[in-house]
């Protein structure tokens, strides 16, 4: 089974600063797809970014960025000068795709950010 | 242009009670997935609709849920002889489902409080 592990709880940043937020994961799936989702008090889930297993480019989506380790199994999101905004939890999630579409979410980091 | 709706947005009820959440996927989205998040933690998979058969319903924890989309839009999440251990946010998500990756799109969640 695959699992997801964020072992940062609590993240906080100064505005307009950077933070790197941490995710692993475990699979013996060659093809799959990994997401950072963000969650504000209002509950709902709202994509940030999607990184294809296959391929080698970290994803880029303004702001925030992956870096994206396939052999060591690591997925960390970097956000570039942080905005009061950026606040929330940010889940790490697996999904393996291809008909088999659950996503597998890890506990997730409250990030504040600090004005 | 609607997104995911979940009613009702809180739930309490008292333990041994019958219970349904709604979902209301967004128009055309022919997958639904329905998910569960405990207190401080990520969110968990119970089930997946492709059309009106559940695809995979590997996740719901015992026979007292069931989910039902009987039409192949709404979907219902039922469970029965409710427990406190049931006390949750139980999140609905829709997608496109006619391609290897689909992006799932989330409803704000119902909080469902069992005393």
């Known amino acids: 089974a695959q699992t997801v592990t964020q072992s940062q709880p609590e993240m906080s940043v100064q505005e307009a600063e950077t933070v790197t937020l941490s995710c692993t994961y475990d699979?013996?799936?060659?093809?799959?797809?990994l997401f950072w989702y963000k969650q504000p008090p209002s509950r709902q889930m709202i994509l940030v970014i999607r990184?294809?297993?296959?391929?080698?480019q970290n994803a880029t989506e303004n702001r925030f960025s992956v870096n994206f380790q396939k052999a060591a199994k690591s997925f960390s999101l970097k956000i570039s000068d942080s905005q009061l905004g950026d606040a929330a939890m940010y889940f790490c999630?697996?999904?393996?795709?291809?008909?088999?579409?659950?996503?597998?979410f890890g506990t997730g980091t409250r990030l504040t950010i600090i004005p | 242009g609607a997104g995911v709706s979940q009613t009702p947005s809180n739930k309490v009820t008292e333990k041994g009670k019958y219970v349904e959440l709604r979902c209301d996927p967004i128009?055309?989205?022919?997958?639904l997935y329905w998910y569960r998040q405990s207190l401080g933690q990520g969110p968990e998979f119970l089930i997946y609709?492709?059309?009106?058969?559940?695809?995979?319903d590997s996740g719901l924890p015992n026979d007292r849920f069931f989910a039902v989309r009987p039409e192949g839009s709404v979907s219902t999440l039922k469970i029965q002889r409710t427990e406190r251990g049931d006390s949750a946010v139980y999140l609905c998500?829709?997608?496109?489902?006619?391609?290897?990756?689909?992006?799932?799109?989330f409803g704000p969640g119902t909080r469902l409080t069992v005393l």
């Open positions: 699979t013996s799936e060659s093809d799959y797809y």
């Open positions: 999630a697996y999904e393996l795709g291809f008909g088999n579409e659950k996503l597998t």
């Open positions: 998500a829709s997608s496109f489902g006619d391609s290897s990756y689909n992006e799932q799109f």
């Open positions: 990184q294809e297993a296959y391929k080698q």
């Open positions: 128009s055309g989205h022919t997958a």
């Open positions: 609709f492709q059309g009106t058969g559940a695809a995979d």
